[in-house]
């Protein structure tokens, strides 16, 4: 069976795009700015996201050098995430995304599929 294959894009809005994809980075990057670091309490602070999507996400964004892992020598052993200069730097992106996100769905709550999700109010 043939499938087409997409070209890889290499410019600014792809990279990221790519970055940032997955359902909840943009979340877990809000968190670790507000200061919630623990993957325990991150999964506290997600609802709908699992401890092992986390993981995986988190692994993701420190691979990309926008976040960083602190093991602390502890019993039990405690790890912490904090941004890196890349991921503080992400800040003013995810707060712009987040505006016109808001914005959006205001004035266009059902141009967007959202399965499973609760119908938007009338205003």
Request: aromatic content about 8%; proline content about 7%; hydrophobic content about 40%.
């Amino acid at each position: 069976m043939y499938v087409k294959k997409l070209p890889e894009l290499d410019y600014g809005v792809a990279t990221t795009i790519k970055a940032l994809g997955g359902k909840w980075k943009a979340c877990i990057l809000d968190c670790i700015h507000l200061g919630i670091r623990r993957p325990s309490e991150l999964c506290r602070n997600i609802p709908g996201a699992s401890l092992r999507v986390l993981s995986q996400q988190l692994k993701e964004l420190e691979a990309c050098h926008i976040v960083y892992k602190k093991v602390y020598a502890e019993v039990p052993l405690r790890v912490e995430y904090y941004l890196t200069s890349w991921g503080e730097s992400l800040w003013p992106v995810i707060v712009a995304m987040n505006e016109w996100g808001n914005a959006y769905l205001h004035h266009h709550c059902d141009s967007l599929p959202q399965p499973n999700a609760a119908p938007c109010e009338e205003s």
